[in-house]
């Protein structure tokens, strides 16, 4: 019994864990599904909108759920000039030149950061208190990141599913040229979604100085772990990026509890190269790509 | 390198541990300043670096008895980042408990790139762990700090290198962090002689003083190592000067590897040439440190003790 | 009229439609083409009894880069494939030679031998999945194989060997010269694997690969086969050059060997600066960016990094094709199979 209790007070750890996960993920398959590039710097978005939330609380003591107010436009911003400056110019090319523009972008806006706010770690105490529940203890900041996600999550699908944008991104994303033959202007979306994919990356950012530790290089391991989470959901597919998402901060969570933190990681990785050789496109996604 | 007569070395582990086997290949007298771990000596017949600073295992060792003897904890659970000092730290930790017959409730690293520290600390807590102890470095301190906090986590004592000891750590954790016990090798309030050079003596609080005039702040424990190797570096050549009236590198280093006694930073003395840990440090020793109202108090041994050391965390 | 400026050359290209390089005198060409080479390799190979040591390391370096950077192109750079794990094949064959030497005593001769038979097995086992997922899906793995190494190296299960999370220290017993010659040696072997490729049927193959994987495979290619091969090929380079690196390094510990935005990053700049595809490219990228960042940027680590992504963008944007056949395009470099 007591096992069981432990097995779900972990899963429950994990599951919420795993909804900063889903965010960042979705990003990257939205930005995927729409122009086919792979955004080796969405991690350095994350981090980006880390900062944004670690210096908005620093200076005038804004908390992380406000600060997505600011962090998301911000990122937004970030995101479409990046797309519309240099990815634009890759999109339809061969993927090196999207993989190798995305990683050189990765490289500047990480050690630009190490210059810019120095590679010390950040972070901030806020809602700092168990809360119990269900009978067990989670501390209240990592109830309402999880709810928070949650709600921008489902927003996100709302603005897919019902209004013009998000219609014309899911046309795009669908059928290219189906989309263009309907007078979808693909220029103007793929910005869109670019800036969507960065605010997404952004949002989930805005928790990282309150749940994890904040330094420049913290986007490396969420990139590692959001490619897991997409090769899992299929590379392009939002429900699968959402659902992996939570899945793996689930198992995350109980691979550390029942073996260790370096087998959890590694389950990350393990999972990437599992996934592929069974499915090289991917466990529900198309097998096409 | 090779018109070089002596070295100091460079800062941490890995680095020191780099240059540990080029040192030995062109013979040159070094004296480690900043250098936890024992891999460049342990086994290796160093014959030209010695370690001047003091050794990982020594760092949290002294809180695994303040842990039994003060706070009756019945068991300790060692949590450290899987990189050369922790792993040293935790060394000290698991030999102590050993020794001391302290059960050992879960003993776990973690990857360097982590960045929640939740999940370990909850499992320690759901395998009843009283005792926390461990960490790396800043991050580590604070996160480990937090996520007990978080989960509403009671300890009889919570000991953590080497971000405990980091004056920011107060700042950042503010309450938090009154009651968490961490480790200290040198603090400016330490009385030591430093050298006797020609019957002028530079002491510790000579040291820190003209630090504070130079730059307007209490200098940190690195400061304190350099000036301190500086010291016997100093009084190594002088020796050399004496005996054969030119800088000689066999002279120099007979002297690092010979000298016992003290500097500003503390005591010295390493294990002797020929054997094969020669070079390993011997003599430096460590207190055991805790946030007590915002103030850094040391807490054991309690020979050198500021103040009685408080039991339970959170306060 | 003549134009030797380099900044009039797009002009000149388009004004005469004969190479720049061809309007130099026939038989000075021909000395300075056999001359010049000799009197390069005759100068690094006196290079260790003339110089100081700090040059030496420096050119051991230039060595090292050269061989990685090829090395990457040997792969990537005709098959298209973007190698991003490329870190962790200079892992392998790093920890292999610290390993034989430090824990069995090997002579290091054996042990980067070693390093390079074992990196080519290992690539060549990690090929057969890996080189299944196309494009942009073997992109994500490699990077995830990084990684993954470098979790895997610093674990309990491997410490007896590796050290763990605590590193692997141990004395080469080469002396510089002798590292030296022998990155040297790797360089040349390098450059000369891709030169024989590119100028082979197979190397051909390769490239259809990289212009269309289908309309290789209904042209008959056995493009997994062929991947395969090349990517074996390029770890085996690597695991030298990783094995040496490692002599040089004198002290492995995971966390600071297996950083891809380093070992990764700065092999795929130098390629794809000089050209990818192309078989001098990489030697120039890597010759050029070494002392360039070693006598301006490397003071400024992290301004250093900063750089060499602006370059790969730069790169990528402006001038994908690389610096030899940018120059070939403007007809001041020849088209031969020699670059």
């Not at chain 2, 303040?66 to 009756?72: T, V, W």
């Not at chain 2, 020609?198 to 005039?213: C, H, L, M, P, Q």
């Not at chain 2, 100093?234 to 000298?259: E, I, M, P």
Request: charged share 15%; glycine share 10%.
């Amino acid at each position: 019994m007591a096992d069981l209790l432990t097995f779900i007070e972990f899963s429950l750890r994990g599951l919420m864990v795993g909804a900063v996960y889903a965010l960042m993920a979705m990003g990257l398959s939205l930005i995927f599904g729409v122009m086919r590039v792979v955004n080796v710097a969405h991690g350095e978005f994350l981090m980006l909108g880390g900062y944004v939330s670690f210096f908005a609380w620093s200076s005038v003591q804004l908390n992380p759920i406000a600060s997505l107010f600011v962090a998301m436009p911000l990122l937004f911003f970030l995101g479409m000039t990046i797309q519309r400056l240099f990815i634009e110019r890759v999109v339809g090319k061969p993927e090196l030149s999207s993989l190798m523009l995305c990683f050189g972008l990765s490289i500047i806006l990480l050690q630009g950061a190490q210059l810019l706010f120095t590679p010390d770690p950040r972070g901030f105490t806020w809602l700092l208190y168990p809360v119990r529940l269900l009978g067990w203890n989670f501390p209240m900041y990592m109830l309402m990141i999880f709810a928070t996600s949650m709600a921008i999550a489902f927003a996100l699908f709302l603005f897919l599913k019902a209004t013009r944008w998000g219609k014309a991104i899911r046309a795009v994303s669908q059928n290219y040229e189906v989309a263009q033959a309907c007078g979808i202007d693909a220029r103007k979306v793929r910005m869109l979604s670019f800036g969507c994919g960065a605010a997404m990356a952004g949002a989930a950012g805005a928790f990282v100085p309150v749940q994890f530790s904040l330094s420049p290089g913290v986007g490396h391991e969420f990139i590692l772990k959001s490619f897991a989470v997409v090769v899992v959901g299929g590379l392009g597919s939002l429900w699968g990026a959402f659902l992996a998402g939570l899945l793996l901060g689930i198992v995350e969570s109980l691979i550390t509890f029942y073996f260790s933190s370096h087998l959890a990681q590694l389950t990350f990785y393990a999972t990437i190269i599992a996934v592929l050789l069974v499915r090289p496109g991917g466990l529900f996604g198309s097998a096409e790509a | 390198m090779d018109r070089v007569d002596f070295l100091f070395s460079p800062y941490g582990s890995e680095l020191t541990a780099a240059v540990a086997s080029v040192i030995e290949e062109l013979g040159v007298p070094t004296a480690a300043s900043i250098v936890a771990t024992l891999a460049p000596w342990k086994g290796k017949n160093a014959k030209w670096m010695t370690q001047f600073s003091s050794t990982a295992p020594l760092y949290l060792m002294g809180s695994v008895d303040l842990a039994i003897e003060r706070a009756e904890a019945k068991n300790i659970a060692i949590l450290y980042e899987d990189t050369p000092f922790p792993i040293g730290v935790a060394d000290g930790l698991r030999a102590r408990a050993k020794e001391r017959g302290l059960k050992i409730a879960m003993d776990e690293k973690y990857d360097k790139a982590l960045t929640d520290w939740s999940p370990l600390v909850s499992k320690a807590r759901s395998l009843g762990a009283e005792f926390l102890a461990g960490g790396g470095y800043y991050p580590a301190a604070v996160g480990i700090t937090r996520a007990a906090a978080g989960i509403g986590y009671r300890l009889k004592l919570l000991a953590l290198v080497v971000g405990a000891a980091d004056p920011k750590f107060v700042k950042d954790l503010g309450i938090l962090a009154e009651g968490v016990a961490g480790s200290d090798i040198w603090l400016p309030s330490v009385k030591t002689r430093g050298f006797v050079v020609e019957g002028a003596t530079i002491a510790n609080e000579d040291f820190v003083r003209s630090y504070k005039e130079e730059f307007k702040r209490d200098p940190e424990y690195w400061s304190a190592a350099g000036y301190g190797a500086g010291q016997l570096l100093a009084q190594a050549v002088n020796d050399s000067l004496k005996r054969a009236r030119k800088v000689d590198r066999n002279l120099t280093r007979d002297f690092l590897f010979n000298f016992s006694g003290e500097t500003i930073y503390g005591d010295y003395g390493v294990v002797k040439l020929g054997q094969p840990d020669a070079g390993m440090q011997v003599r430096k020793q460590h207190f055991v440190i805790q946030w007590q109202k915002g103030k850094k108090e040391v807490v054991w041994p309690r020979e050198l003790a500021s103040a009685e050391p408080w039991i339970g965390w959170p306060r | 009229m003549r134009e030797d400026s380099p900044s009039s050359a797009d002009r000149a290209a388009e004004a005469r439609p004969e190479i720049v390089w061809e309007r130099v005198d026939r038989r000075v060409r021909r000395a300075l083409v056999w001359s010049l080479p000799l009197i390069l390799l005759f100068a690094l190979a006196i290079l260790p009894y003339m110089a100081s040591a700090y040059t030496v390391t420096l050119t051991f370096l230039v060595f090292f880069w050269v061989a990685t950077a090829q090395s990457w192109n040997l792969f990537s750079g005709y098959t298209g494939y973007v190698n991003f794990g490329y870190v962790g094949l200079i892992g392998v064959g790093a920890y292999t030679t610290a390993i034989l030497i430090g824990k069995f005593g090997a002579h290091w001769l054996l042990a980067v031998g070693a390093a390079g038979a074992v990196t080519a097995a290992f690539g060549f086992l990690i090929g057969i999945p890996f080189l299944r997922a196309h494009g942009i899906y073997f992109a994500i793995a490699m990077l995830g194989l990084a990684e993954g190494l470098r979790v895997l190296f610093s674990m309990d299960l491997m410490a007896p060997l590796t050290g763990g999370g605590a590193g692997i220290g141990f004395i080469s017993g080469m002396s510089l010269a002798a590292k030296y010659y022998a990155m040297g040696l790797v360089a040349l072997l390098s450059t000369a694997v891709v030169f024989l490729v590119a100028n082979s049927r197979f190397g051909l193959q390769l490239l259809t690969i990289r212009e269309d994987e289908l309309a290789a495979q209904v042209m008959g290619i056995n493009t997994t086969s062929k991947k395969l091969m090349a990517f074996t090929l390029c770890a085996f380079l690597t695991g030298l050059a990783g094995g040496l690196y490692a002599a040089y390094v004198n002290y492995l510990v995971p966390a600071t060997m297996f950083v891809t935005a380093y070992y990764t990053l700065i092999p795929i700049v130098m390629a794809t600066f000089g050209g990818l595809g192309t078989t001098m490219g990489p030697v120039v990228g890597a010759v050029l960016f070494t002392i360039i960042s070693e006598a301006i940027w490397a003071r400024f680590v992290f301004l250093h990094l900063v750089i060499f992504g602006a370059v790969l963008i730069i790169i990528i944007l402006f001038m994908p094709q690389g610096i030899i056949p940018w120059l070939q395009d403007r007809r001041i470099l020849p088209r031969t199979r020699w670059l």
